[in-house]
């Protein structure tokens, strides 16, 4: 009896190398709901912004106002409502998915309004001058509209998806275990909070760091004026 | 030929173009001059399509531009436009700009769109400018621009919208001058401008438009010179 099991069992341990491993693996799942959610939101709010913009306003007057309600009800409240409601019609979806379907839905709403500003960048009579030279509707776009807009909604985009990666921590109150999840655990273990948040605050400046730079550096290459 | 009939435009309530009646003969020069709001630009952009017309007919090379089987991107191929504004593209080089549309467009290969660009812009005057990019360029060498860039697809009218109302006067000279090549070299051409001495000098004919119709037609000789209504008298003692 006395040798199998300790007599008192130590609720609180201190920060070990492996908690380092478990925020590290922490940190990947938020780049990946992250990633995710960046690609596929931005390339649907291309489709949304192309809309708003291109369309007539009464046609796209009902994109537009559910585009806004996602951009005004805050992600906490669109991530439970919709993490609850899916069981309740019989489809349980899974923290990460559920997840990972509001982060894009939110931001796409806020590309579209990016990209409409970006196709609204270009001029009218810029656009007629490609016409004019024979291009069909859709070069226009290809070859003028969209690398003029990109360029000039560039810094925009950036925002919006260090915005997105850092709003990934909300999907934790689902239970999906990512920094911010991994870091209430480890707190709760080793009662340190002020270190492990330091090392997951660096976490996330290694992740954003990169879109920041990449940007950055994409708006001096094309820096042409 | 470009045959316009009875050519009508409205902008909402606001009637532009009230019945213009015109025939561009191949190689010909027609300047179109009058008071500003009074449909010359307007005219222009219905004949290559970029605005839909509500009546009469225009006919380039004997289609007709707003019939719903014409292929409009087709035949702009055909009818070169230069605007007021340069729109130069400025995400690309002088070379790319001109080079962009023979490619995409024509369906050319890189090297031989290049070297279609090359030529047109020597032609301009821009041939140490290739690399540059519009925003590096004056508002003179940027409207060349345009002109080569229109030339590139090697029409066979151009139109010209008041080309060198955003210039500052300095630079007015360099594009007439350009203008005045193409003319020199057979192209036929439809010029809105009010730039009078340009129209007295390089046009066969011109076209005093007042509120929305060709009011006086004929040689610069009698148009300019000496006009016959009240409102060309008027509006030509502007620029005396």
């Known amino acids: 009896m006395e040798n199998s099991a300790p007599t008192s069992i130590a609720f609180f341990t201190g920060f070990k190398v492996s908690d380092l491993l478990f925020l590290g693996e922490a940190a990947l799942r938020t780049l990946l709901i992250s990633v995710i959610a960046i690609t596929s939101g931005s390339l649907l709010g291309i489709l949304f912004g192309w809309l708003l913009a291109e369309f007539n306003r009464y046609l796209t007057s009902g994109l537009n106002l559910v585009l806004d ?57 810029m656009r007629r001058a490609a016409r004019s030279l024979g291009m069909t509707y859709f070069q226009d776009i290809r070859y003028v509209v969209f690398p003029i807009g990109l360029r000039a909604v560039l ?64 708006e001096k290459r094309w820096q042409y004026d | 030929m470009i045959e316009i009939k009875g050519l009508k435009k409205s902008f909402g309530d606001l009637q532009v173009l009230k019945g213009i009646d015109l025939r561009v003969q191949q190689g010909e020069v027609i300047s179109i001059i009058g008071a500003s709001g009074s449909g010359k630009s307007t005219l222009l952009y219905c004949i290559n399509g970029l605005e839909d017309i509500h009546g009469g007919q225009i006919l380039v090379d004997n289609v007709d531009v707003h019939a719903s089987a014409t292929d409009l991107n087709r035949l702009r191929q055909k009818i070169g436009m230069v605007f007021q504004q340069y729109n130069a593209f400025p995400h690309l080089t002088t070379l790319e700009n001109v080079a962009l549309a023979p490619r995409i467009v024509l369906g050319k290969s890189k090297s031989e ?6 030529a047109q812009l020597v032609h301009v005057g821009l041939g140490d400018k290739f690399d540059a990019y519009p925003s590096q360029m004056s508002g003179g060498q940027q409207q060349r621009l345009a002109i080569a860039r229109a030339l590139a697809m090697e029409p066979s009218y151009m139109l010209f919208d008041e080309v060198t109302s955003a ?62 209504s009240e409102h060309a008298k008027r509006f030509l003692a502007n620029f005396k």
Do not use: C
């Open chain 1, 155 to 218: 810094p925009a985009w950036t925002g919006v998806a260090l915005g997105v990666l850092k709003d990934s921590a909300l999907v934790s109150v689902l239970g999906y275990i990512e920094l911010l999840r991994a870091s209430q655990i480890l707190v709760t273990r080793t009662q340190e909070p002020f270190i492990i948040l330091a090392i997951v605050g660096g976490f996330y400046f290694i992740l954003s760091y990169p879109i920041a730079r990449i940007t950055d550096r994409l």
């Open chain 2, 167 to 228: 210039l500052d006067p300095e630079l007015v000279g360099e594009v007439l001058d350009t203008m005045r090549l193409l003319s020199d070299a057979g192209m036929t051409m439809l010029v809105v401008t009010h730039e009078i001495g340009f129209a007295r000098d390089v046009s066969d004919r011109v076209a005093y438009v007042h509120e929305g119709l060709i009011e006086e037609i004929g040689p610069p000789s009698s148009v300019i010179a000496n006009p016959k």
């Open chain 2, 113 to 118: 769109a290049l070297e279609v660009a090359k």
């Open chain 1, 69 to 125: 309600i996602f951009r005004s009800v805050p992600l906490i409240i669109q991530l439970i409502l919709l993490y609850n409601f899916f069981p309740i019609v019989g489809i349980p979806l899974s923290p990460f998915v559920a997840g990972t379907i509001v982060l894009t839905v939110y931001t796409a709403s806020l590309v579209a309004q990016v990209v409409r500003g970006g196709v609204e960048a270009v001029s009218l009579p």
